[in-house]
Each structure stands twice: as structure tokens, then as C-alpha cells.
């Protein structure tokens, strides 16, 4: 009896609450401008900044699961410039989730601790068979 007050009270509030990943993933992005090649790309799961470089952009933390490839559409708006290296600074989902929609040739950066979790919790496993995670 229990567990089905508690069940019926989850699906209850995730029901008021109306937000799903599927449904974040299709609000759009807002895009900040901070510098001339420094951006911020708001919405979605949490926070984005975006580098632009002479040779290529680099990505701080990569949103939710299933918004990756929003957010690379997004970052062509602002650059045509090849995505090269995206940096996870916490392994939480809405900071390592969008990893696996980015190129393989894309380099991934943690810091060491940062990885290990992001193992432990199962975010870069389909990623790391695929080419490996490089830490500081």
C-alpha cells in the first residue's frame, strides 16, 4: 500500500509539473552575447557557454540528453566554425547529457574526479567506446 501512495504521488506531480527532457528539448535556446566570441546559450537543461576561437569553437557543458543536436544547431547560428572541443564541468545530466550527439571527432575534456562520476553514473559510456575522454 505503501508503494503505491508513493507511485501515485510521483506520477502525480511529474503529471503538474507538464516538464518532460523530450519537452525541454523543444523550447528553444536563447543566446547571450557576453564578448565578441564568448556566448551564453540559455534554455533547455542549464546553461551553455560558447568559445569561439581562431581555429574552432569550444563548448562548455553540452545540456540535456536529447538536446545536443539543438544546441549545435544553435551554436551554427552563431559560427560556422567546427565544433572542436566541448569541457563537462560537473557529471550531472544537464552539463555531460548532449555529449553523445556530438561528432566523434569532437574532443571531450574533465577534470579527472568529474570523469570518474561521469563513468560511475553511465554518462559517457556510449560516448568512451567511441574514442576516449581526455582529463585535466
Keep these: 500500500m505503501k508503494r503505491r501512495t508513493i507511485f501515485a504521488a510521483l506520477t502525480i506531480g511529474l503529471v503538474l509539473s507538464g516538464t518532460t527532457a523530450a519537452q525541454t528539448a523543444q523550447q528553444p535556446f ?9 556566448y551564453v546559450v540559455k534554455g ?6 560558447v568559445f569561439v576561437t581562431s581555429t574552432g569553437v569550444v563548448v562548455v557543458d553540452s545540456k ?9 544547431d544553435t ?21 555531460v547529457g548532449g555529449n553523445i550527439e556530438f ?14 562520476r561521469m563513468e560511475k553514473a553511465g554518462w559517457s559510456g556510449a560516448r568512451s567506446r567511441r574514442r576516449r575522454s581526455e582529463t585535466s
Design 30 to 38: 536563447r543566446i547571450d552575447q557576453i564578448k565578441d566570441n564568448l
Design 44 to 49: 533547455g537543461g542549464g546553461n551553455t557557454t
Design 64 to 72: 540535456e540528453r536529447g538536446e545536443g543536436q539543438a544546441l549545435i
Design 75 to 95: 551554436i551554427r547560428t552563431i559560427t560556422d566554425k567546427p565544433i572542436t572541443t566541448v569541457i563537462n564541468t560537473q557529471p550531472d545530466p544537464d552539463h
Design 103 to 116: 561528432p566523434a571527432d569532437v574532443r571531450i575534456i574533465a577534470q579527472r574526479n568529474t570523469k570518474k
